[in-house]
């Protein structure tokens, strides 16, 4: 197998994140000479072995990573660059492989090495479509998408070498500014992902409708499981129809089609229908749960490994009361 980088940057502290330990254990699975490059601003106490630190080097910033970048892809002499697919790599590994005279590839899902062919696969058409590729050019930059594999363990490196690079850019941080908004819901981390269904706001066996309760429920389950909520296509786009709707969703809560494609343990779908557009949403999320009480909506044609057919107020309301107690 030939020479592999795996390329990490840290984060606040100088730890790295779990998406760059699921890349060091992709890499190590191919076995052969396995590298670790990282940059930032305290690199030189992580796991790397080769090292690109300094101030100039905290901040996501396409000028400084991708010179970093090209840096630790030369000084390793590696011939296949992996790194996890985060907003911050895919915006930098690009150009810093143009620059090695290399070719990048993205969201990665598999790898393979058989007779020192490497093989890298992915998912095409709205993840309807499972690709292999495979390239002559070299360097060859594959960036993991997060999730796809388990993150390996990962210790200081006993000898790093630490690379002079010139950090040049007429971009300066000054500082972040947010606009005000509710609490954190959407972690990509979390080992249970809870999805929202249109069904919520919808009037309920009294004949009312009970979105302030529902929404109540929903953050409660949220908070009290430290999971990320998601919701279906309808659910999100119901606003704009002049119906009730969660004030919290977005559209950046969107599972499925024309939405997000999460990697989490677990999955609890709550009075969603399980149609194909949702439902390829779902396609990598290992445990498939749902509440609905139609016992033949989408989930219970073999969508879902368990399907309670209950109503969904009755099914948080206690699992809410488990979980605080």
């Given at each position: ?29 191919l ?24 101030e ?104 790093v ?25 959407i ?76 990697r ?37 044609r ?21 979980i605080?107690?």
């Amino acid at each position: 197998m030939e020479k592999i980088l795996v390329l990490v940057h840290t984060v606040e502290g100088g730890a790295v994140p779990r998406a760059a330990l699921e890349t060091l254990a992709a890499a190590r699975s191919l076995g052969g000479d396995v590298v670790v490059g990282v940059f930032g601003e305290s690199a030189g106490s992580s796991i790397g072995s080769l090292a690109v630190e300094g101030e100039a080097f905290a901040p996501a910033r396409y000028a400084t990573d991708a010179a970093a970048c090209g840096a630790l892809i030369t000084a390793s002499g590696a011939a296949v660059v992996l790194a996890p697919h985060t907003s911050r790599m895919g915006r930098a590994l690009p150009g810093a492989a143009a620059r090695a005279g290399g070719v990048v590839d993205t969201h990665i899902t598999g790898l393979a090495a058989e007779r020192g062919t490497l093989t890298a696969s992915r998912w095409f058409y709205r993840q309807r479509i499972e690709g292999t590729i495979s390239r002559a050019a070299r360097p060859w930059v594959l960036l993991i998408e997060p999730g796809s594999f388990e993150a390996a363990e990962a210790a200081p490196a006993a000898a790093v070498t630490k690379l002079d690079v010139k950090a040049v850019s007429k971009t300066e941080l000054v500082g972040f500014e947010s606009p005000e908004g509710g609490e954190q819901t959407i972690r990509p981390d979390a080992e249970t992902l809870f999805v929202a269904g249109a069904g919520w706001t919808k009037k309920q066996k009294d004949g009312q409708t009970h979105t302030p309760e529902a929404g109540e429920l929903i953050l409660g389950f949220v908070r009290a499981a430290k999971s990320s909520l998601g919701s279906s296509k309808s659910l999100v786009d119901m606003g704009s129809e002049g119906q009730s709707v969660l004030p919290f969703l977005t559209h950046l809560h969107q599972i499925g089609q024309t939405g997000s494609t999460p990697r989490h343990k677990k999955g609890l779908a709550t009075c969603c229908h399980g149609e194909e557009p949702h439902v390829v949403g779902w396609r990598f999320v290992r445990e498939r749960r749902a509440v609905n009480l139609d016992a033949n909506c989408g989930w219970a044609r073999g969508k879902a490994d368990v399907l309670y057919v209950a109503d969904a107020f009755e099914v948080v309301r206690e699992l809410n009361k488990l979980i605080g107690s």
